[in-house]
């Protein structure tokens, strides 16, 4: 009977928390990735976004970046929010506020009104990822949320395939209205958001409160997690949990891993269409249709690693290290090989292993933390790194380097050889832990006999 009830619980959570969350992150994703691609729509036109905004390559660089300021400086504490105004209440309001600010791209008219709107969309979604793996904690036990994360994950790689089509056609709209087509991109693509936020009020909130399950559902989840777990228990903010999370070593060597890879992985996400466009054997209409493949090719492969890390075939930490040679692999190619259908190759599966890195290492890294604020502050700080790649990716792959990269893929793979360095210390340092931990558990029973 227990088991029947796990399997019901685990179809009305999953429903939510990765049914609807991923269909959000869908539209998140393409929120952000929708800028670069206005980067090369209508060019030919004499319409693009960068020619009736006067933007010259380092200010359109200071707009891309100025996107993750906002994340960096909003997500880390962004996840506590959770528990202050409950998740369904709080994504409503994050949902809500990036789908109008999205929409409001369309309206800038300048250098300052961009900065000012890229900042406010970075504000309102800088809370989304983190809240939904925090959320996820709250609910589901560490050994299951391997394959979950991927599924979340992998489908927001989809994302900016969506956006690239969605370019493309919206390309065809350029003057409609009086309207030029980057500023009909942001529109159309923000007003999805607005929509979606009014489900993010039926949420189920924690195990304790949700109105979906009955009482007895409500103990067997309750059960099912540990004492580390974070709680939704009114007043449970365990703040002493914060100083052995500072303390930890792995708090500083998983930031190390997440800034590194952000750099070195996903940097080139932030130019992707440009530097295809940049390869010079298409146009750019047909640019956003090829800034597709990659990102199906992430979601597929992301899928086929959530699968056999559920099943325990392979390792996280295996994985993790594996994606980041083949990347640093791939920018050796991209470096030395000229020849651009090569280039276009290895550019998809650079890509594709780019966005696979993170979901597969979240698990040891949510695992590493105890306690409902450490958790919290932990996911939003570890995310949070990632956004040195949105950072520094725009100006790393900025027009001035290309159409070669030849000194951004230089630098990216400076950025990776730390990275590997970094996830090789946080093997080491958890697996000392988890050591320690069952060294600690058999002290204990012998001390029971």
């Not at 980067?39 to 100025?66: R, V």
């Not at 979950?148 to 919206?170: D, E, M, N, T, W």
């Not at 958790?375 to 790393?396: E, S």
Request: proline share 5%; glycine share 8%; charged share 15%.
């Amino acid at each position: 009977m227990a088991s029947r009830v796990d399997k019901i619980d685990a179809s009305k959570v999953d429903f939510w928390l990765i049914g609807f969350y991923s269909l959000v992150y869908v539209f998140r994703v393409i929120d952000s990735a929708n800028y670069s691609n206005a980067a090369i729509i209508n060019l030919e036109n004499g319409t693009g976004i960068k020619k009736q905004l006067g933007l010259d390559p380092s200010q359109w660089a200071w707009t891309l970046s100025i996107f993750s300021y906002s994340y960096l400086i909003f997500e880390p504490t962004n996840t506590l929010m959770m528990k202050v105004f409950s998740p369904s209440k709080w994504m409503f309001v994050l949902i809500l506020t990036w789908g109008i600010s999205a929409c409001s791209s369309s309206a800038a008219q300048d250098f300052k009104g961009m900065m000012c709107v890229r900042f406010a969309i970075g504000v309102a979604e800088a809370g989304f990822f983190p809240a939904v793996l925090y959320h996820m904690a709250f609910w589901y036990k560490p050994s299951e949320m391997p394959q979950r994360i991927a599924v979340f994950y992998s489908v927001g790689q989809l994302s900016p395939a969506v956006s690239g089509l969605l370019a493309y056609a919206i390309g065809f709209m350029d003057g409609l209205g009086g309207l030029a087509g980057w500023r009909w991109l942001f529109l159309i693509e923000g007003l999805p958001a607005i929509v979606l936020s009014v489900g993010a009020l039926w949420l189920p909130d924690y195990p304790e409160t949700a109105r979906m399950l009955t009482d007895k559902e409500r103990a067997i989840l309750q059960d099912r997690l540990g004492e580390s777990a974070p709680t939704g228990k009114k007043g449970h903010w365990d703040y002493r949990s914060l100083a052995p999370l500072i303390k930890n070593p792995t708090f500083y060597s998983f930031s190390a891993y997440w800034i590194c890879h952000g750099i070195g992985g996903f940097g080139i996400g932030t130019a992707l269409p440009t530097v295809i466009y940049e390869l010079g054997f298409t146009t750019t209409s047909n640019s956003q249709l090829m800034n597709i493949p990659p990102y199906v090719s992430a979601f597929l492969f992301l899928n086929i690693l959530g699968y056999y890390l559920h099943k325990k075939t392979i390792k996280p930490w295996i994985a993790a290290v594996s994606i980041e040679s083949t990347i640093i692999v791939c920018y050796i190619i991209l470096f030395t090989v000229h020849n651009a259908v090569v280039r276009y190759i290895f550019l998809i599966i650079a890509v594709s292993c780019a966005g696979s890195a993170y979901p597969v290492i979240w698990p040891e890294r949510i695992r590493a933390l105890e306690g409902t604020v450490a958790a919290g502050i932990g996911i939003g700080w570890t995310n949070a790194m990632a956004q040195f790649g949105g950072i520094a990716g725009p100006h790393v792959f900025s027009t001035v380097f290309g159409p070669s990269y030849h000194v951004s893929y230089g630098i990216c793979l400076a950025f990776l050889s730390i990275a590997i360095g970094s996830i090789l210390t946080s093997w080491l340092l958890v697996w000392r832990n988890d050591r320690r931990v069952r060294r600690e558990a058999r002290l204990g029973e012998q001390i029971v006999i």
